[in-house]
Protein backbone atom coordinates (compact mmCIF):
# COMPACT_ATOMS: atom_id res chain seq x y z
CA UNK A 1 0.00 0.00 0.00
CA UNK A 2 2.87 2.13 0.86
CA UNK A 3 4.92 2.14 -2.12
CA UNK A 4 1.85 3.40 -4.32
CA UNK A 5 1.90 6.64 -2.22
CA UNK A 6 3.41 9.58 -3.87
CA UNK A 7 6.44 11.20 -1.69
CA UNK A 8 5.25 13.22 1.54
CA UNK A 9 7.93 16.28 0.72
CA UNK A 10 5.99 16.76 -2.68
CA UNK A 11 2.81 16.32 -1.15
CA UNK A 12 3.37 19.15 1.40
CA UNK A 13 4.35 21.27 -1.03
CA UNK A 14 1.41 20.58 -3.42
CA UNK A 15 -1.19 21.09 -0.05
CA UNK A 16 -0.02 24.28 0.88
CA UNK A 17 0.28 25.64 -2.88
CA UNK A 18 -3.34 25.01 -2.80
CA UNK A 19 -4.62 26.08 -0.05
CA UNK A 20 -2.15 29.63 -0.62
CA UNK A 21 -3.05 29.51 -4.14
CA UNK A 22 0.78 30.92 -4.67
CA UNK A 23 3.81 29.23 -5.10
CA UNK A 24 5.35 32.19 -2.99
CA UNK A 25 3.18 31.93 -0.12
CA UNK A 26 3.76 28.14 -0.05
CA UNK A 27 7.55 28.57 0.35
CA UNK A 28 7.11 31.67 2.94
CA UNK A 29 4.82 28.85 5.11
CA UNK A 30 7.13 26.02 4.71
CA UNK A 31 10.60 28.32 4.82
CA UNK A 32 12.30 27.20 1.46
CA UNK A 33 12.60 28.98 -1.67
CA UNK A 34 10.34 29.36 -4.70
CA UNK A 35 12.49 27.49 -6.64
CA UNK A 36 12.32 24.08 -4.07
CA UNK A 37 8.83 24.35 -3.99
CA UNK A 38 8.10 24.27 -7.60
CA UNK A 39 10.53 21.94 -8.23
CA UNK A 40 8.61 19.59 -5.65
CA UNK A 41 5.53 20.40 -7.55
CA UNK A 42 6.92 19.40 -10.54
CA UNK A 43 7.85 15.73 -9.22
CA UNK A 44 4.76 15.26 -7.64
CA UNK A 45 2.92 15.44 -10.95
CA UNK A 46 5.77 13.37 -12.93
CA UNK A 47 4.95 11.36 -10.07
CA UNK A 48 1.64 10.80 -10.68
CA UNK A 49 1.59 11.35 -14.64
CA UNK A 50 -0.62 14.30 -14.17
CA UNK A 51 -1.48 18.06 -14.30
CA UNK A 52 -2.35 19.53 -10.83
CA UNK A 53 -2.17 22.87 -11.67
CA UNK A 54 -3.52 25.25 -14.22
CA UNK A 55 -0.10 27.94 -14.63
CA UNK A 56 -2.09 30.79 -15.77
CA UNK A 57 -3.09 33.93 -14.66
CA UNK A 58 -1.49 35.51 -11.43
CA UNK A 59 -3.14 32.82 -8.99
CA UNK A 60 -2.63 29.06 -9.67
CA UNK A 61 -5.79 27.42 -9.95
CA UNK A 62 -6.26 23.63 -9.27
CA UNK A 63 -7.13 21.11 -12.23
CA UNK A 64 -9.60 18.59 -11.93
CA UNK A 65 -7.36 15.81 -10.83
CA UNK A 66 -5.53 18.51 -8.12
CA UNK A 67 -9.44 19.10 -7.09
CA UNK A 68 -9.90 15.54 -6.21
CA UNK A 69 -6.19 15.27 -4.63
CA UNK A 70 -6.50 18.03 -2.32
CA UNK A 71 -9.52 17.05 0.04
CA UNK A 72 -7.49 13.93 0.99
CA UNK A 73 -4.28 15.34 1.18
CA UNK A 74 -5.34 17.87 3.60
CA UNK A 75 -7.01 15.28 5.77
CA UNK A 76 -4.13 13.03 6.35
CA UNK A 77 -2.04 16.02 7.33
CA UNK A 78 -4.66 17.14 9.58
CA UNK A 79 -5.06 13.49 10.57
CA UNK A 80 -1.04 13.59 11.23
CA UNK A 81 -1.37 16.43 13.48
CA UNK A 82 -3.96 15.31 15.81
CA UNK A 83 -2.82 11.88 16.34
CA UNK A 84 1.04 13.72 17.03
CA UNK A 85 -0.74 16.29 19.80
CA UNK A 86 -2.67 13.35 21.07
CA UNK A 87 0.63 11.53 21.48
CA UNK A 88 2.38 15.11 23.26
CA UNK A 89 -0.44 15.68 25.47
CA UNK A 90 -0.22 13.88 28.59
CA UNK A 91 -2.50 10.77 29.72
CA UNK A 92 -5.18 13.17 31.23
CA UNK A 93 -8.46 10.45 32.22
CA UNK A 94 -10.36 9.58 35.23
CA UNK A 95 -11.41 11.32 38.45
CA UNK A 96 -10.25 15.16 39.82
CA UNK A 97 -11.63 15.80 43.18
CA UNK A 98 -11.67 20.00 43.81
CA UNK A 99 -12.33 21.93 46.45
CA UNK A 100 -13.22 25.85 45.96
CA UNK A 101 -13.72 28.85 47.75
CA UNK A 102 -17.94 29.03 47.56
CA UNK A 103 -17.92 32.71 46.11
CA UNK A 104 -14.87 31.80 42.97
CA UNK A 105 -16.85 28.35 42.36
CA UNK A 106 -20.42 29.96 42.06
CA UNK A 107 -19.50 33.39 40.18
CA UNK A 108 -16.49 31.90 38.29
CA UNK A 109 -15.30 28.19 37.89
CA UNK A 110 -18.58 27.09 37.00
CA UNK A 111 -19.76 29.27 34.37
CA UNK A 112 -16.37 28.00 32.53
CA UNK A 113 -15.89 24.61 33.35
CA UNK A 114 -17.64 23.61 29.86
CA UNK A 115 -13.94 24.72 28.49
CA UNK A 116 -12.13 22.45 30.29
CA UNK A 117 -14.09 19.60 30.12
CA UNK A 118 -14.31 20.37 25.71
CA UNK A 119 -10.43 20.08 26.26
CA UNK A 120 -10.60 17.27 28.41
CA UNK A 121 -13.77 15.22 28.15
CA UNK A 122 -12.05 12.00 29.35
CA UNK A 123 -11.69 14.04 33.01
CA UNK A 124 -14.16 13.60 35.62
CA UNK A 125 -14.70 16.39 38.01
CA UNK A 126 -15.85 16.30 41.27
CA UNK A 127 -16.50 19.91 42.32
CA UNK A 128 -17.25 20.76 46.21
CA UNK A 129 -17.14 24.28 47.94
CA UNK A 130 -15.08 24.67 50.99
CA UNK A 131 -12.33 27.00 51.89
CA UNK A 132 -11.12 24.58 54.13
CA UNK A 133 -7.14 23.96 53.96
CA UNK A 134 -7.86 20.92 55.91
CA UNK A 135 -8.38 19.90 52.72
CA UNK A 136 -5.15 20.00 51.43
CA UNK A 137 -3.81 17.00 53.42
CA UNK A 138 -6.91 14.32 52.59
CA UNK A 139 -6.65 12.06 50.06
CA UNK A 140 -9.76 12.59 48.66
CA UNK A 141 -9.18 15.97 47.28
CA UNK A 142 -6.43 16.38 44.48
CA UNK A 143 -6.07 20.35 43.96
CA UNK A 144 -7.63 23.19 46.15
CA UNK A 145 -8.39 26.77 45.41
CA UNK A 146 -8.39 28.75 48.78
CA UNK A 147 -8.98 32.04 50.11
CA UNK A 148 -5.82 33.13 52.43
CA UNK A 149 -2.68 34.16 53.07
CA UNK A 150 -1.01 31.49 51.10
CA UNK A 151 0.78 30.12 54.04
CA UNK A 152 -0.04 26.54 54.63
CA UNK A 153 2.58 24.05 55.71
CA UNK A 154 3.78 20.70 53.77
CA UNK A 155 1.70 21.95 50.47
CA UNK A 156 2.43 23.20 46.59
CA UNK A 157 1.21 26.27 46.99
CA UNK A 158 0.52 29.14 44.12
CA UNK A 159 -1.02 32.70 43.97
CA UNK A 160 -3.77 32.60 41.46
CA UNK A 161 -5.13 36.30 41.88
CA UNK A 162 -5.08 39.19 43.86
CA UNK A 163 -8.46 41.02 44.56
CA UNK A 164 -9.66 44.35 45.14
CA UNK A 165 -12.71 45.19 47.23
CA UNK A 166 -15.58 47.34 46.64
CA UNK A 167 -19.15 48.10 47.30
CA UNK A 168 -21.35 45.97 45.22
CA UNK A 169 -25.72 46.70 44.88
CA UNK A 170 -28.77 45.28 43.09
CA UNK A 171 -29.91 47.83 40.76
CA UNK A 172 -33.42 47.24 42.08
CA UNK A 173 -32.15 48.35 45.45
CA UNK A 174 -30.28 51.76 43.94
CA UNK A 175 -33.70 52.41 42.34
CA UNK A 176 -35.55 52.13 45.28
CA UNK A 177 -33.49 53.37 47.87
CA UNK A 178 -30.17 55.55 46.05
CA UNK A 179 -27.12 55.24 46.98
CA UNK A 180 -24.96 58.60 46.06
CA UNK A 181 -22.83 59.88 49.43
CA UNK A 182 -21.62 57.96 52.11
CA UNK A 183 -24.76 59.54 54.44
CA UNK A 184 -27.07 57.93 52.31
CA UNK A 185 -25.23 54.26 53.30
CA UNK A 186 -26.39 54.71 56.67
CA UNK A 187 -29.96 53.72 55.18
CA UNK A 188 -28.93 50.23 53.76
CA UNK A 189 -28.16 47.13 55.20
CA UNK A 190 -24.05 45.86 55.01
CA UNK A 191 -23.79 42.56 54.01
CA UNK A 192 -20.63 40.97 55.43
CA UNK A 193 -18.98 37.99 53.28
CA UNK A 194 -16.34 37.65 56.26
CA UNK A 195 -17.44 36.44 59.68
CA UNK A 196 -15.86 39.33 61.82
CA UNK A 197 -16.63 42.14 59.66
CA UNK A 198 -12.70 43.32 58.90
CA UNK A 199 -13.46 43.60 55.09
CA UNK A 200 -16.32 46.18 55.23
CA UNK A 201 -14.01 48.08 58.22
CA UNK A 202 -10.99 48.08 55.75
CA UNK A 203 -13.23 49.92 53.03
CA UNK A 204 -14.77 52.57 55.21
CA UNK A 205 -11.54 53.50 56.67
CA UNK A 206 -10.55 54.08 53.34
CA UNK A 207 -12.96 56.07 53.12
CA UNK A 208 -12.59 58.12 56.03
CA UNK A 209 -16.31 57.14 57.45
CA UNK A 210 -14.76 54.39 59.87
CA UNK A 211 -17.74 56.14 62.67
CA UNK A 212 -19.91 55.16 60.10
CA UNK A 213 -23.06 53.75 62.68
CA UNK A 214 -23.98 50.63 61.49
CA UNK A 215 -27.25 50.32 62.48
CA UNK A 216 -28.27 47.11 59.98
CA UNK A 217 -25.97 44.53 59.00
CA UNK A 218 -26.18 40.96 58.53
CA UNK A 219 -23.08 38.13 58.69
CA UNK A 220 -22.96 35.47 56.24
CA UNK A 221 -19.78 33.60 56.76
CA UNK A 222 -19.06 34.23 52.65
CA UNK A 223 -19.18 36.18 50.02
CA UNK A 224 -21.30 33.86 47.86
CA UNK A 225 -23.72 34.27 50.28
CA UNK A 226 -23.78 38.31 50.89
CA UNK A 227 -23.14 38.11 46.90
CA UNK A 228 -26.29 36.05 46.72
CA UNK A 229 -28.66 38.62 48.89
CA UNK A 230 -26.59 41.98 47.47
CA UNK A 231 -28.24 40.01 43.94
CA UNK A 232 -31.48 40.33 45.63
CA UNK A 233 -31.56 43.48 46.46
CA UNK A 234 -31.11 42.59 50.56
CA UNK A 235 -28.35 45.35 50.69
CA UNK A 236 -25.18 46.67 50.03
CA UNK A 237 -22.22 43.26 49.55
CA UNK A 238 -18.38 43.81 49.16
CA UNK A 239 -17.77 42.53 45.76
CA UNK A 240 -14.67 41.88 44.49
CA UNK A 241 -12.70 42.18 41.18
CA UNK A 242 -13.24 38.19 40.08
CA UNK A 243 -16.50 36.28 41.48
CA UNK A 244 -18.39 40.27 40.60
CA UNK A 245 -16.88 41.06 37.49
CA UNK A 246 -19.05 39.46 35.40
CA UNK A 247 -21.82 40.47 37.62
CA UNK A 248 -20.99 43.81 37.10
CA UNK A 249 -20.28 43.74 33.40
CA UNK A 250 -24.15 41.93 32.84
CA UNK A 251 -25.62 44.86 34.61
CA UNK A 252 -26.64 42.83 37.72
CA UNK A 253 -25.19 44.50 40.37
CA UNK A 254 -23.87 48.31 40.09
CA UNK A 255 -20.71 49.87 41.56
CA UNK A 256 -22.02 52.99 43.23
CA UNK A 257 -18.74 54.34 44.84
CA UNK A 258 -15.43 54.80 42.71
CA UNK A 259 -13.01 53.34 45.77
CA UNK A 260 -11.80 49.74 46.04
CA UNK A 261 -9.44 48.19 48.65
CA UNK A 262 -6.86 45.49 48.14
CA UNK A 263 -8.53 42.72 49.90
CA UNK A 264 -6.84 41.20 53.10
CA UNK A 265 -6.03 37.94 51.39
CA UNK A 266 -5.64 36.26 47.76
CA UNK A 267 -6.96 33.39 45.75
CA UNK A 268 -4.24 30.60 45.67
CA UNK A 269 -4.21 27.37 44.14
CA UNK A 270 -2.77 24.55 45.85
CA UNK A 271 -2.37 21.03 46.54
CA UNK A 272 0.02 17.75 48.14
CA UNK A 273 3.63 18.22 46.40
CA UNK A 274 3.05 14.48 44.95
CA UNK A 275 -0.31 15.41 43.37
CA UNK A 276 1.78 18.52 41.66
CA UNK A 277 3.34 15.80 39.41
CA UNK A 278 0.19 14.19 38.15
CA UNK A 279 -0.80 15.13 34.65
CA UNK A 280 -4.61 14.90 35.60
CA UNK A 281 -3.75 17.61 38.25
CA UNK A 282 -1.14 19.88 35.55
CA UNK A 283 -3.55 20.22 33.00
CA UNK A 284 -6.20 21.41 35.22
CA UNK A 285 -3.92 23.90 37.03
CA UNK A 286 -2.65 25.24 33.21
CA UNK A 287 -6.43 25.59 32.25
CA UNK A 288 -6.93 27.53 34.95
CA UNK A 289 -3.99 30.32 35.25
CA UNK A 290 -5.11 30.31 31.35
CA UNK A 291 -8.67 31.01 31.82
CA UNK A 292 -8.21 34.12 34.27
CA UNK A 293 -5.74 35.08 31.69
CA UNK A 294 -7.35 34.91 28.81
CA UNK A 295 -11.20 36.04 30.18
CA UNK A 296 -9.72 39.10 32.51
CA UNK A 297 -12.65 41.68 32.12
CA UNK A 298 -12.37 45.52 32.86
CA UNK A 299 -11.41 46.56 36.32
CA UNK A 300 -15.11 47.05 38.07
CA UNK A 301 -14.06 50.39 39.31
CA UNK A 302 -14.30 51.44 35.79
CA UNK A 303 -17.60 50.33 35.65
CA UNK A 304 -18.74 52.49 38.51
CA UNK A 305 -21.98 54.37 38.53
CA UNK A 306 -21.59 57.15 40.83
CA UNK A 307 -18.52 58.79 42.12
CA UNK A 308 -17.81 58.84 45.87
CA UNK A 309 -18.63 62.05 48.02
CA UNK A 310 -18.15 60.75 51.62
CA UNK A 311 -16.20 63.64 52.62
CA UNK A 312 -18.01 66.39 51.18
CA UNK A 313 -20.92 64.91 51.84
CA UNK A 314 -20.56 64.87 55.99
Given at each position: M??????????????????????????????????????QLRALEESLDTTLFERGGRRLKLTAAGALLLPAVTQAFNG?????????????????????????????????????????????????ASNDAGHLHSTDVD?????????????WTRLWSNLQLFPVASPSLLNSRPLRSMRDLEDHVLLHGDGDGREWSTWLAAAENEAFPRRRQHFMGD?????????????VALGDTITAAKLIAEGELIVPFDLSVPANDAFYVACRHEMRAAPIVRVFIDWLFA???????PEPSSLARTILRGRSAR
Open positions: TSRLPPLNPLRAFEATARLASVSAAARELRVTHGAVSHIAAATAQMKRPATTGNLSITCVPALLSFWILPRVSSFTDQYPDVTLTLAVCILYGAGNWPDAARFSTEAALQGQGSLHEDRL
